[in-house]
Antibody
Framework: QLQLQESGPGLVKPSETLSLTCTVSGGSISSSSYYWGWIRQPPGKGPEWVGSIHYSGSSYYNSSLKSRVTVSVDTSKNQFSLKLSSVTAADTAVYYC??????????WGQGTLVTVSS | QSVLTQPPSVSAAPGQKVTISCSGSSSNIGNNYVSWYQQLPGTAPMLLVYENDKRPSGIPDRFSGSKSGTSATLGITGLQTGDEADYYCGTWDSSLSPWVFGGGTKLTVL
């Protein structure tokens, strides 16, 4: 059974870069069927899709974040990562990693709260 | 302001039925499958319905989905107190953000 686990700092300073990693277990990140994605949810608000990537390198990003977001994949570690640059308080959210298959967000990680504050 | 419009809240008594609507446009719901997600308090969202009306294994048939034109609907019958959660619709969009969510609907089982 596919499981995903986020890891990374819970506190990031304004203007710095947020970096998170998602470790995939119970399946291969190199599966051609899957895209691997990041979704965030600000406190008290609904989810917002951030971006996703295929192991081949094909990626899609939320256009409102595209200039600041990079999603990458490391097949040797069965992990994928998120980098969000120049963060502000508006980037404070629970960040989820997720697997997508045939256009469906099928499995979600438990989420990790990232707070942007000095 | 979400691209997909959901009612902020719905409520019903235990054992009753409730429906949650999700309204979009031709750039999203009108030309793509819709999925629904349940988020219980303090937990990650979970897939409830996909491809408009299909349920993943383990999801009871009390939950159902449908789509017509640029709108979709989630139905829940035989309401239980454990169904109290936030429900989100989601789909692909051909405009700014490839994947969009509804604003969410809070279900209260009175």
């Amino acid at each position: 059974q596919l499981q995903l686990q986020e890891s990374g700092p819970g506190l990031v300073k304004p203007s710095e870069t947020l970096s998170l990693t998602c470790t995939v277990s119970g399946g291969s990140i190199s599966s051609s069927s899957y895209y691997w994605g990041w979704i965030r949810q600000p406190p008290g608000k609904g989810p917002e899709w951030v971006g996703s990537i295929h192991y081949s390198g094909s990626s899609y990003y939320n256009s409102s974040l595209k200039s600041r977001v990079t999603v990458s994949v490391d097949t040797s570690k069965n992990q994928f990562s998120l980098k969000l640059s120049s963060v502000t308080a508006a980037d404070t959210a629970v960040y989820y990693c997720a697997s997508m298959i045939r256009g469906v967000i099928k499995v979600w990680g438990q989420g990790t709260l990232v707070t942007v504050s000095s | 302001q979400s691209v997909l419009t959901q009612p902020p809240s719905v409520s019903a008594a235990p054992g009753q039925k409730v429906t949650i609507s999700c309204s979009g446009s031709s750039s999203n719901i009108g030309n793509n499958y819709v999925s629904w997600y349940q988020q219980l308090p303090g937990t990650a969202p979970m897939l409830l319905v996909y491809e408009n009306d299909k349920r993943p294994s383990g999801i009871p048939d009390r939950f159902s989905g449908s789509k017509s034109g640029t709108s979709a609907t989630l139905g829940i019958t035989g309401l239980q107190t454990g169904d109290e959660a936030d429900y989100y619709c989601g789909t692909w969009d051909s405009s700014l953000s490839p994947w969009v969510f509804g604003g969410g609907t809070k279900l209260t089982v009175l």
